[in-house]
Every structure is written in C-alpha cells, then in structure tokens.
C-alpha cells in the first residue's frame, strides 16, 4: 500500500475501506458477509476481542489469517493444548552465553492478531496469561511491564461439542471478548462456490489484497468515537443490559462491560454502514453475539443447547424499543 497515512477519516471513507476489506476476506471465506462485518466491526472497538465457537473445518483459521492479511497487521497462531505454559505464550527471560547475561525472549502474543486455537484445551493458569494482555493491552514479565503492539486482538477459537480434556473458559476472561460468533456450515450453492474456486485457482491459498495498515485501523478508530448515541439509545442498553439481571432463567446478569460493548460496535456497526449516529436496530443485532457469553444460566438449563442465545434473544423481545428519529 502506498496511501498516505490520514489523521481523521470521515465517515463516507471508513465506510468505503470497510467495505473493500469484507470484499476482499470473502473470497477467502464463501458465504459468510454478516460474520465478517460482525467481525470487521469488532476490529473497530479498543478491546475487539473475539470468541469463535464452531465445529472443525469450517474456516476459522482461515478466517482469522485472512483478516490479519488484508488489514496488514502481524499475525500468529498458537494451538493451545494442556501441556501448554503461560510462558510458552507471552515469552519469559532466557540465558544469553554470548553477553552472559539473561535477555528477554518475546512469545507470539507479541503481534496484532493472536489466534488462539482451541483456547479451551490449556488449563485455567495457560489461559489466564491471557487475562492482562487483553484487557491492559501490556506483559508482565519477571516484574517488568512491556506493552503490545498496537493495535492486538485476540481471536480465540474452541469446538462446542467435544468437552474430553478441555477446560471452560473462566467468566472473567469470557467477558473480554467484546462477541461470540459462530460461522455454521455453508448452505449447497455457497460449499459449491467454495469448490468451484478451488477448481479455478488450481491451488489451495487465496490471494488477498492488503486493504489498510495498522495506521488506517487507528484512523478508523478514533471516526467511530465520534458516532453520535441519542439519549434515547443509552437508556435502551441499559434497560437491556439491566433485564439480563433480573430474568428467572439467568443466574448472574451481564456487566457493566457488556453495556460498553454493545455501545462500542453499535458505533463501529454504523460507521461500516455509512451513518454518523447509532440506530436501535444497531443495538437489536448484537444482543445475542454480545450478551449471550455474559450470562450465567441457572443449572436446569445448563444441558439445553444454545439456552444462552434463547435467553437473550427473549430479553430483548421483552424490552420496548425507543422510538428514534433519523438526524
């Protein structure tokens, strides 16, 4: 890329840039707009950090590389098993003979796109050396504190269905990925598109092109800060977030985060969309793949499959939308 790095952007070009990057990553993964612009609107959030939830072979991997790709960032992948340690990810000090003295070994969570693979196979101290990195965006090592480059998101990924040997993630780390997502299996025209193309290329890697730069990503940033959130909005989060709390089926409500991750990429969600201002059907979207991971169910309803999603999908059923007039 040979664009000049830009100060502001309005909203018109994030728009635009938006738009070339979900293009670019659905040539690599057929079929799924709405889970790459859920995931290119996390990307717009500080702290976009995302849960994958799928089975095998669906393109999670290839999702999370191809985004890395197009964006321009450094990338890294690490396959969490329960023999991992914490500093086989964020790195430790190792003897250096040749100036005798210990020297700092970074691991790969030093990169701006982190795909934590089957995250649930380490064990709870493993996953935890995740906990600082995302939320305060630094390491700690022997004491000494070294920030990440920015920006870093993390895209986590764990099988729904095979439990043998794995270990739940903790509430307080699954309340740091901003959503939830799962991509499903294609439907047959789009899994024969994916054949086709694969016929066509004569080879396996699908060639992107680099759409942004971590300078871009900034820029982009700091445009959705200034989408504007009618009163009205707020209040309707809150009134949402605040019914998670006090509904029969949920044992423990969603956080305060869960508020400020709904307002983040409903921010994030209008910009990619051309609009300077937040709509309730911004907030109506996200409900579930922001909130669902944020409730704890009661134990009768632990075995029923997507109970979460239900839940929440039913609390935002229940909650009056505020009638909103367009700027």
């Given at each position: 890329?040979?664009?000049?790095?830009?100060?502001?952007?309005?909203?018109?070009?994030?728009?635009?840039?938006?738009?070339?990057?979900?293009?670019?990553?659905?040539?690599?993964?057929?079929?799924?707009?709405?889970?790459?612009?859920?995931?290119?609107?996390?990307?717009?959030?500080?702290?976009?950090?995302?849960?994958?939830?799928d089975?095998?072979?669906?393109?999670?991997?290839?999702?999370?590389?191809?985004?890395?790709?197009?964006?321009?960032?450094?990338?890294?992948?690490?396959?969490?098993?329960?023999d991992?340690?914490?500093?086989?990810?964020?790195?430790?000090?190792?003897?250096?003979?040749?100036?005798?003295?210990f020297?700092?070994?970074?691991?790969?969570?030093f990169?701006?796109?982190?795909?934590?693979?089957?995250?649930?196979?380490?064990?709870?101290?493993?996953?935890?050396?995740?906990?600082?990195?995302?939320?305060?965006?630094q390491?700690?090592?022997?004491?000494?504190?070294?920030?990440?480059?920015?920006?870093?998101?993390?895209?986590?990924?764990?099988?729904?269905?095979?439990?043998e040997?794995?270990?739940?993630?903790?509430?307080?780390?699954?309340?740091?990925?901003?959503?939830?997502?799962?991509?499903?299996?294609?439907?047959?025209?789009?899994?024969?598109?994916?054949?086709?193309?694969?016929?066509?290329?004569?080879?396996?890697?699908?060639i992107?092109?680099?759409?942004?730069?971590?300078?871009?990503?900034?820029?982009?940033?700091?445009?959705?800060?200034?989408?504007?959130?009618?009163?009205?909005?707020?209040?309707y989060?809150?009134?949402?977030?605040?019914?998670?709390?006090?509904?029969?089926?949920?044992?423990?409500?969603?956080?305060?985060?869960?508020?400020?991750?709904?307002?983040?990429?409903?921010?994030?969600?209008?910009?990619?969309?051309?609009?300077?201002y937040?709509?309730?059907?911004?907030?109506?979207?996200?409900?579930?793949?922001?909130?669902?991971?944020?409730?704890?169910?009661?134990?009768?309803?632990?075995?029923?499959?997507?109970?979460?999603?239900?839940?929440v999908?039913?609390?935002?059923?229940?909650?009056?939308?505020?009638?909103?007039?367009?700027?």
């Amino acid at each position: 890329m040979n664009e000049t790095l830009p100060n502001e952007l309005s909203v018109a070009e994030t728009s635009e840039i938006c738009e070339r990057a979900i293009h670019e990553v659905s040539k690599a993964v057929v079929g799924k707009t709405e889970v790459n612009k859920f995931i290119m609107a996390a990307f717009l959030c500080p702290g976009g950090h995302i849960l994958l939830e799928d089975f095998p072979g669906l393109g999670k991997t290839l999702l999370a590389s191809s985004f890395a790709h197009i964006l321009g960032m450094q990338y890294k992948r690490i396959q969490f098993t329960p023999d991992l340690l914490p500093g086989d990810i964020t790195g430790g000090y190792v003897f250096d003979s040749n100036q005798n003295r210990f020297a700092v070994r970074k691991g790969p969570i030093f990169c701006n796109i982190l795909l934590a693979d089957e995250i649930n196979r380490a064990s709870p101290k493993t996953q935890s050396a995740l906990l600082e990195a995302m939320q305060e965006n630094q390491v700690t090592l022997e004491g000494e504190t070294t920030p990440l480059p920015q920006p870093f998101v993390v895209i986590a990924t764990q099988n729904p269905v095979e439990y043998e040997g794995t270990f739940s993630l903790p509430e307080a780390q699954l309340d740091r990925f901003i959503i939830k997502l799962s991509l499903g299996y294609p439907l047959p025209e789009e899994e024969r598109d994916i054949l086709l193309r694969r016929i066509e290329r004569k080879k396996d890697d699908v060639i992107l092109d680099c759409v942004m730069s971590p300078e871009i990503l900034a820029a982009m940033r700091r445009t959705v800060e200034n989408v504007f959130v009618d009163p009205d909005i707020i209040t309707y989060i809150i009134t949402l977030v605040g019914k998670s709390r006090n509904y029969s089926p949920v044992a423990v409500g969603a956080s305060p985060r869960g508020s400020l991750a709904l307002l983040k990429i409903s921010r994030a969600w209008a910009a990619i969309h051309g609009r300077d201002y937040v709509i309730p059907d911004d907030i109506k979207i996200f409900c579930e793949p922001v909130l669902s991971h944020r409730i704890i169910l009661n134990p009768n309803l632990w075995d029923i499959r997507d109970a979460d999603k239900k839940t929440v999908r039913e609390i935002r059923q229940s909650v009056q939308v505020p009638f909103f007039k367009e700027p």
